[in-house]
């Protein structure tokens, strides 16, 4: 990983604080309807501590006439109303402790429920040139929902989420888990026409050939990055190619699935984006206004939990020496990104651990997201994923070194 960076939490709150129901009853018990302790986290579980990792970003941005992109090496030829912009990215992503039991206050013959949360902080650097800079920062909270009557839905995950552009967005899915490693579909970031909900492509553009050197994109030239394989015709086509890269030579035992959208399928509803002014544009919209500046409609999502099994060898070790911090075995061709491992054993006289190569499990983020934008009288694909492991050393178990 290029960029390493010290972690902090997302949320700094003070201690021994929790959310809980209000009472000023003083004479009787409060008996609340709260889960003992906190109320379920589903899949969400696993977003807990620091987490670190690389991945591929791609936006169509509009271009104004006020103020062209500069700096192109060479005069772009093509329509001239946008610009695609690539970025190979690093990202850091950090969870605090969850939020126990909030109570959410039902009506009628609908019964309070109780979410339970866990915030985040998300920066995104773009590394392809270097030195790396800062392109995104989103704070938010994931939440999991519990199944309700009112509306008849079952258990939720939802995520909050605000983007310093002026965007807040409020998404809503469902979750599933399975065997062995996920299936990844393509994604595609063609610009669309929409037309009665349905997509309509609109034709792609110059900048989505990669061998074009003269186009309306950021890089303009992709030579040198085909030539080292960090861009390729292949991203271009369908990002998500980037993350079967990363997981087809991983051993994958099981794969947690989160599926969210500011527009969920039904019986799911409710969430969505909400904008600044400037990125809505001018109001009444066209034609009687000239249209936003590039408003987000929609924000969809994939997230993968995966459970990925790794092979560590460890040298001969005596009881007591220094920890070591490791890399698993490789595999050929190698995995792109992998996270590191601590190996200490404790101080047993005239003890130690023989060495030998040992298995163990811990857990990857994958994620795909389109958000989509709308401005110049069409509706553009703005696509990020990315993976992510844990940012500090996994501990190896006691139990996998023993000593003689």
Excluded at 55 to 82: E, L
Excluded at 203 to 221: C, E, K, V
Excluded at 365 to 377: A, C, H, K, P, R
């Amino acid at each position: 990983m290029s960029d390493t960076r010290i972690l902090s939490t997302a949320l700094s709150s003070p201690a021994n604080f929790t959310v809980s129901e209000v009472t000023h009853d003083l004479t009787v018990a409060a008996t609340p309807a709260a889960p003992a302790g906190s109320a379920p986290l589903g899949p969400l579980v696993a977003f807990t501590g620091n987490w670190t990792g690389q991945g591929f970003n791609t936006i169509f941005r509009p271009n104004s006439t006020k103020t062209p992109t500069a700096g192109f090496p060479v005069q772009p030829v093509g329509p001239s109303d946008n610009v695609l912009e690539l970025n190979l990215t690093s990202e850091n992503l950090s969870f605090s402790p969850n939020l126990a039991a909030v109570p959410n206050r039902g009506s009628g013959a609908q019964a309070d429920i109780f979410l339970n949360g866990v915030p985040y902080l998300q920066s995104i650097n773009d590394v392809t040139t270097l030195p790396a800079q800062g392109i995104h920062l989103e704070p938010g909270i994931w939440l999991c929902v519990p199944a309700t009557t009112t509306p008849a839905e079952g258990v939720t995950v939802a995520r909050m989420a605000s983007i310093p552009h002026g965007t807040t967005i409020n998404a809503q899915g469902t979750f599933s888990s399975a065997s062995g490693a996920p299936t990844i579909n393509p994604v595609d970031i063609t610009p669309f026409n929409p037309v009665n909900g349905v997509k309509v492509p609109a034709g792609t553009f110059p900048s989505q050939t990669a061998l074009n050197q003269n186009s309306f994109r950021i890089p303009q030239n992709l030579a040198p990055y085909m030539a080292a394989g960090t861009i390729t015709q292949a991203m271009l086509t369908d990002p998500n190619t980037v993350l079967r890269q990363q997981i087809a030579h991983q051993t994958i035992t099981e794969t947690a699935t989160i599926q969210i959208s500011t527009a969920p399928a039904a019986p799911l509803f409710g969430g969505g984006p909400a904008n600044i002014a400037f990125l809505l544009g001018l109001n009444p919209p066209p034609p009687s206004g000239l249209g936003p500046n590039a408003q987000t409609v929609l924000m969809k999502a994939t997230f993968w939990i995966e459970t990925v099994t790794y092979q560590v060898k460890v040298l001969p070790m005596n009881a007591g020496d220094a920890p070591l911090v490791l890399p698993p075995v490789q595999t050929n061709p190698p995995v792109p990104l992998v996270p590191s491992f601590l190996v200490s054993i404790p101080f047993v006289e005239g003890k130690k651990f023989p060495g030998g190569t040992i298995a163990l499990s811990t857990t990857q983020i994958q994620y795909s997201q389109e958000v989509v934008l709308n401005f110049n009288g069409l509706s553009w694909p703005h696509v990020s994923v990315a993976t992510l492991v844990p940012a500090d050393p996994v501990s190896v178990p006691a139990y996998l070194l023993p000593l003689t």
